[in-house]
């Protein structure tokens, strides 16, 4: 499946929802989200490891539901207009025995090599996706504002939801994780 999403940064989570409920889009989710993610060992060769780079692989709990993900970042050329949109394959299936299938990852090389926790909260409407999401951090000192992804099937589509939400003066990013961390300043979580 192709993902298209946008990050909107420091949004006020309260004005936002009340946005979306106005609109009536259905609440699909809230609670808080658990991932873990692996990477190959260290000893792997240097052309191993970069294309291993191009590649996220994690496991994810929310509520009593594990699912394995792997995005990879789009190689091809894209649109001049969707240079603002992070846009990633993404395979994702549930998985039911977490502990054989981390055995399974450790037999072909694979660690576990960060995590983090978040809060989340997701609407959905017109086949779009809108995750609200307030990361747990391990200490009180640090802190990331609450955000909002907008995922859709076009680039079209989160404009035009971007206009509908008035969040044209919002700070937009296509970061992963790890960029959105290191530009609050918060250690990542590594394992």
Known sequence: M????????EINVLDIQ??????WAIKTFEWYIHDIYYDFH??????LKM????????VRQKWDIHMYTIKRKRNKKIEWWEKWVKIADEW??????????????EKYGMKETREKKKYRVSYALDWCEFD???YYLWDDKNTIPPLLEIEAHTTKEIHN?????WLENYKKEKWWSRKLFKYYGVEYSWL
């Open 161 to 165: 939801w971007i206009k509908k939400l």
């Open 132 to 134: 609200i999401d307030d």
């Open 2 to 9: 192709l993902e298209k999403e946008i990050k909107i940064l």
């Open 42 to 47: 260290d000893e792997l060769t240097s052309e």
């Open 18 to 23: 009340s946005k979306l409920e106005t609109l």
């Open 51 to 58: 294309e291993a780079n191009k590649r996220l692989f994690r």
């Open 92 to 105: 994702e299936r549930e998985i039911t025995d977490v502990d054989s299938f981390k055995k399974v990852l």
